[in-house]
């Protein structure tokens, strides 16, 4: 589970056999005060990958700035160059994204929870005529 802001728009390929699959990555901040009283701050880069419906609303809802909670798990891929150099890239594939942002700002359309990857029902939203209701989502 991590929270965190999109550093790029997501990008959204097909498979051979015809399924979505988004990616994009998330910045997550981690800021503390070391033994002199100095803060200090580090940043860590989660490459992100949704598959199916959930790689479709990614791709739809999400964009560069997007603050999102994700869940997922971790998974590592390995491939050789054609240097024949071996290069391995660790993933989060996404099981569960949630939009943070609330309404107006640039991150995002909304704090609504969207579908997860097993197509769970999001919980109903307030009545707000502007906002975009979950029951008025085609997806």
């Given at each position: 589970m991590i929270i965190g802001n999109l550093t790029r728009d997501p990008e959204?390929?097909?498979?051979p056999s015809g399924q979505n699959v988004t990616s994009f990555s998330v910045a997550t901040n981690l800021i503390w005060t070391d033994a002199n009283g100095e803060k200090q701050k580090k940043t860590e880069f989660h490459n992100i990958v949704a598959w199916r419906k959930l790689a479709d609303i990614c791709?739809?809802?999400?964009?560069?700035?997007s603050k999102v909670y994700?869940?997922?798990?971790?998974?590592?891929?390995?491939?050789?160059?054609q240097a024949g150099a071996k290069h391995y890239r660790t993933e989060i594939i996404?099981?569960?994204?949630?939009?943070?942002?609330?309404?107006?700002?640039?991150?995002g359309q909304g704090s609504q929870p969207s579908s997860s990857q097993e197509y769970a029902q999001p919980?109903?939203?307030?009545?707000?005529?502007?906002?975009?209701?979950?029951?008025?989502?085609p997806f």
């Open positions: 959204t390929r097909s498979t791709s739809q809802y999400l964009k560069k700035g994700i869940e997922g798990r971790l998974q590592t891929r390995d491939w050789e160059d996404a099981d569960n994204m949630i939009m943070l942002d609330s309404k107006g700002s640039s991150g919980e109903p939203q307030k009545n707000q005529d502007d906002e975009i209701q979950v029951e008025n989502i």
